[in-house]
């Protein structure tokens, strides 16, 4: 039996080291003469960039983009790293590339990646661009500009004035002309004309134009309110009256068949009465809208209050332009003998071209009568006004737009959807039938 001794153990670790050093020195030197197996370092290098430019591929259009790159590495690495053959693949890829490109009418990622890495998205920015150079509305406390020196609005005062206000408070009815702040106050209530507001003082939405207080859940509505409006517009030496809403999302027709009710009560006491109705869109629903429009009103109201482009910026995200245009179209639908109105606000940043637009989308509705008045900021956390819109602007659209055949423009600084509503609608009405007449008699 054999023994190891220590000198043995010395002897096998010295032949095991040799053994390893050797190894590695014949594989570093068959490392040395091999061209195949590794890359050069400038192949590494361009390797990085492929990576770079398929991750911003990536980004893009996959479709395109993936043609595109294959081309893009085959052109700059074919001749290096697939070696004679490189070249006739290229060549055939690139008439393959020319082909596609000419039936498309060039390749746009190409021409894009030929350009100045600052220049790409340049047309899409010049697109945003476009829209950015619009004045938009916006919230703020920067305080209005000061008020050009043709804009004048009378302090609210007169007898009949007092008069009506006590009349409202005792009755404990409220109006749109108090709680929206309207500068007509003084002027239509001296004159008998006043716009009372049902469903109590608390909408259920919150645009950024109206100073009227908001609330998800308001009060429920008074029981006795119609009884005690049709009593006090029965009272009023009145011809014409205006009848409108806070929004009552919350309730389950949207307060229609409390519109209906008073409308009722109004009628059965003075039936020669004539009744306008500035109402809510009702969320879409038919059967609200159909209530509103048998109850007996004659002018069934209800307002986009600005351009398309402006829809977002000025009211609730639960209104919007095309079911406002929807409501009045349906109504007028449902009773041909209503008189359809709405209301446009200028002075929030809508081009000329923007108004004439949104007045033929009215138009195209069937709806009958329009007004236009300047926009005026009630309170600092409210939309700022872009511009003032002149007088001889306000005289424009009315031209323009009784060329499209509205019945009726009631256009204006100071105008508002019911500002002077009786003395202009019946004015209208007297002048149609008076031309019926007259081509009868003819």
């Not at 079911?323 to 009773?335: D, G, P, R, Y």
């Amino acid at each position: 039996m054999h023994v190891l001794t220590p000198s043995l153990y010395i002897y096998a670790f010295f032949i095991v080291c040799v053994r390893l050093k050797c190894g590695r020195s014949k594989r570093v030197a068959n490392a040395k003469h091999a061209t195949y197996d590794m890359p050069p370092k400038g192949l590494r290098v361009r390797d990085m960039l492929e990576k770079t430019a398929q991750q911003n591929c990536n980004q893009r259009k996959r479709g395109k983009c993936r043609k595109f790159f294959f081309l893009w590495k085959m052109d700059k690495m074919g001749d290096t790293h697939l070696g004679g053959q490189a070249n006739g693949r290229k060549n055939l890829l690139r008439s393959e590339s020319a082909t596609d490109e000419a039936s498309l009418g060039g390749n746009p990622l190409k021409e894009k990646l030929k350009e100045s890495p600052a220049n790409w998205g340049k047309d899409k920015q010049e697109e945003q661009q476009s829209t950015d150079r619009l004045p938009l509305p916006k919230v703020g406390n920067k305080m209005p500009e000061k008020k050009p020196d043709w804009f004048h609005v009378p302090a609210p005062t007169g007898k009949k004035y007092n008069e009506l206000k006590a009349d409202l408070k005792k009755l404990k009815l409220h109006t749109v002309c108090e709680e929206a702040q309207c500068p007509n106050i003084g002027e239509c209530w001296n004159i008998g004309t006043a716009t009372i507001m049902l469903l109590g003082d608390t909408c259920t939405r919150g645009c950024k134009f109206c100073s009227i207080k908001t609330s998800s859940k308001p009060l429920p509505p008074d029981a006795n309110e119609p009884f005690n409006t049709a009593k006090a517009i029965c009272e009023w030496d009145i011809n014409y009256v205006v009848l409108t809403s806070v929004d009552r999302d919350d309730l389950p027709d949207g307060g229609a068949s409390h519109f209906a009710k008073t409308i009722e009560l109004i009628k059965f006491s003075r039936p020669e009465i004539l009744i306008e109705c500035l109402v809510s869109d009702f969320q879409g629903n038919v059967d609200s809208i159909r209530k509103l429009a048998n109850s007996g009103m004659e002018v069934y109201a209800h307002n986009i209050e600005t351009v398309r482009r402006l829809q977002k910026f000025v009211r609730d995200r639960r209104a919007n332009y095309e079911q406002s245009l929807w409501v009045l179209k349906t109504a007028k639908e449902i009773n041909p003998l209503l008189y359809t109105k709405t209301s446009i606000m200028l002075g929030l940043g809508e081009t000329k071209q923007e108004v004439l637009q949104a007045m033929a989308d009215v138009r195209q509705n069937n709806i009958d009568v329009i007004t236009f008045g300047q926009y005026l900021r009630p309170t600092k956390n409210h939309l700022n006004v872009v511009e003032y819109v002149s007088p001889q602007m306000f005289d424009y659209y009315k031209e323009e737009g009784m060329k499209m055949g509205f019945k009726y423009i009631a256009s204006g600084p100071l105008v508002r959807s019911s500002y002077k509503a009786g003395e202009y609608f019946m004015k209208n009405l007297v002048e149609q039938r008076r031309g019926v007449k007259l081509h009868a008699e003819g």
